[in-house]
């Protein structure tokens, strides 16, 4: 009698159990607001872009005139400060899918940020802060090593701040809808659009309005607006705490990707599983949907082929995961495996645009920029960038609504072309742009050597009298490039990631973005050194009228062409995810292929 009553407790409790699990699932789905949440998501968003666009925009421009560094300095600090942001980003998405959640990485991020840029604004208000003006002087003083201390210090903490907003905003504004109905789901396409147009448009505004109040007005005036952005998008973010979708961390996923890994190791002396049984176990609470089988990576199936060692608990999960995995975390895997040839093009894909943000603004400096050539205003430098958002933001449209419909009509695909074609076209472009930014660098700097000049730029050379509107063809067209290869690569990686780890998905195109920083680094670097002495002169001097930058585009040029052809190869051996339809017979936990 005891032991009934004991096993009837033990019923009553584990109903319980259910019924609290029931109540907390049923708590969840009412949660989504959906459209009711976007005014502080995307506000959040608008602001923190205008604040910290804001102040990076014009950063080039500020180390050369304020801290008097050189040019090839300045480029290089600006990639490596982009590049550690954008690596920064995996270890964000990591530890907002491992341990903090996306509500707390993302308020974390927002005020460390906010430190930063008010950091920055005392770099300018405070003259001990930064080196003296040049006055009349061609010789300017440099920084301190204690000022340069502390503007690297300064941005150390808009490296913490980008490292945990950038992976975490796409996917905490995408928590907000349901993805299980209908209009959750049109919700969630909708917002990527937002996403970027809301991007695009703190770029245009922080390129145009903000970097003449730094260029023209006060560059401590200029920084105090972004500060105050920033602290704006702290305040918006906190105000909508209380009808936020809060997804928990739920773990690291890397775990079960290294069991897979340490599993076919130890399985590796084992014949190919051509027929043999493979164990498959899902989870009942995973989020992954049931992944379909391939034939890539088949060394990897070993993972799964259970042996008379391999022990099953009663669960019929696998008692020791690191000897035996499911095919599920098997294909999971090899998803990310085959993710990572496309990753590498899709990088070099974005050196161009990397080349564009820095040498583009110095060939801006040396043009003429007033508007017409017949008034006064000149446009700022830097502003000049925004061209490419321009292009952005009209080809967007035009793609959506014209080109979709037409070429769904041709190729009968709902999206018109696939994902990889999308990021084809990019890749295509940037090459285009390389090789018409080449030309007009090389008529720019003919002008500037043969006929009259407008005056010295400080610091720098001659100014040509070519018209700075020839600029706008090579920011254009990478603009395009990027509506085709960044939006492509970003739905790539959230589509083509394992469902529990699309943060750090979307994190990989920013580390794509922080190794092509690099990578211009490097680039710019060894052909500074390998021409310094050259009998044609330096290709990257200081006074590009001097120099040879015209080259360094085409070898830019080749480099992309090289790349496109790798693409296509890689095109055409990828294998898009697909999910199983129950076509493969499951049996007490063994699946036969």
Known sequence: MAEESKNSAMEVEIEKKKCTEIEKANENVNNYRGWRAMPYVIGNETFEKLGAVGTL??????????????????????????????????????????????????????????????????????????????????????????????????????????????????????????????????????????????????????????????????????????????????????????????????????????QVIVASIRKRKLKPPHEKPLFNYIPPNTINSKLAYTEQFRFLDKAAVLTPEDQINPDRSAANPWTLCSMQQVEEVKLLLRVLPVWVSAMLFLIPIAQIHTYAIFQALQSDRRILGTIDFKIPAATYIVFEMLGLTIFIPIYDRIAVPLLRKITKKESGITILQRIGVGIFLTTVSMLVSGVVEERRRTIALTKPTLGTEPRRGEVSSMSGLWLIPQLAIVGIAEGCGSIGQVEFFYKQFPENMRSIGVSLFFCGLAASSYLSTFFIRVVHRMTENAVDGNWLPQDLNKGRLDYFYYLITGLETLNFLYFLVVSKWYKYKETDQGTNQVLNGVEQV
């Not at 802060?129 to 690297?152: I, N, R, V």
């Not at 448009?201 to 105090?224: C, D, K, N, R």
Request: net charge positive; charged share 10%.
């Open 57 to 258: 925009a014009n950063l080039l421009i500020y180390l050369t005139t304020v801290f008097h560094l050189d040019n090839v300095t300045a480029a290089t600090f600006i990639l490596v400060f982009s590049g550690t942001c954008n690596i920064g980003t995996l270890v964000g998405a990591f530890l907002s899918d491992t341990f903090f959640g996306r509500y707390k990485t993302l308020g974390f991020a927002t005020c460390t940020t906010f430190l930063g840029l008010l950091a920055v604004l005392l770099t300018a208000a405070i003259p001990m802060l930064h080196p003296p003006a040049c006055g009349d002087s061609s010789t300017c003083k440099s920084p301190t090593p204690g000022q340069l201390t502390f503007l690297f210090s300064v941005f150390g903490f808009m490296v913490i701040g980008a490292s945990g907003i950038r992976p975490c905003n796409f996917a905490f504004g995408a928590d907000q809808f349901d993805p299980k109905t209908a209009s959750g789901r049109r919700g969630i396409d909708s917002f990527l659009n937002w996403y970027f147009f809301t991007y695009t448009f703190a770029q245009m505004v922080s390129l145009t309005i903000i970097v003449y109040i730094q260029s023209e007005v006060s560059w401590a005036i200029g920084f105090a607006v972004t500060a105050i952005l920033m602290l704006m998008a702290c305040i918006v973010y906190f105000m909508g705490s209380k009808i936020y979708v809060k997804v928990k961390a739920t773990g690291s996923p890397f775990t079960s990707v290294a």
